[in-house]
């Protein structure tokens, strides 16, 4: 807890790379309009921070993050992947939109 946006976006590559190869997944954050994403994909977005305080200073704080792994075949592994790496990360929801499968986490990282 407590890491930056770019540890997080480090470890998201390092499991797109043990899973698919380097080449063979993209990763964004706040991504370019829609035609400029190539799939399969993680987008991932700052959702919010919540702060803990003690003694009316902030005590420790954790940012959240919607990450979204969006490609034409279903997830599979990518799911236990991301739930066994980051502890503190819940799937959220499994949809499909415009012939693509999307599966929605909340990660607190």
């Not at 890491?3 to 470890?11: C, I, Q, S, V």
């Not at 590559?13 to 997944?25: E, H, M, N, P, W």
């Not at 919540?50 to 599979?76: C, L, M």
């Amino acid at each position: 807890m407590g890491k930056t946006r770019l540890d997080l976006d480090a470890e998201l590559r390092k499991i797109l790379a043990d899973q698919y190869g380097d080449s063979k997944v993209y990763l964004y954050f706040q991504p370019p309009s829609g035609d400029r994403v190539k799939y399969p994909c993680i987008i991932y977005y700052r959702n919010s921070t919540e702060v803990n305080k003690a003694d009316n200073k902030r005590y420790i704080s954790y940012t959240r993050y919607t990450i979204n792994w969006i490609g034409e075949t279903p997830s599979g592994p990518i799911i236990d992947k991301l739930l066994d790496t980051f502890q503190f990360c819940t799937h959220d929801n499994s949809y499909v939109s415009n012939g693509l499968n999307h599966d929605v986490f909340t990660i607190y990282y």
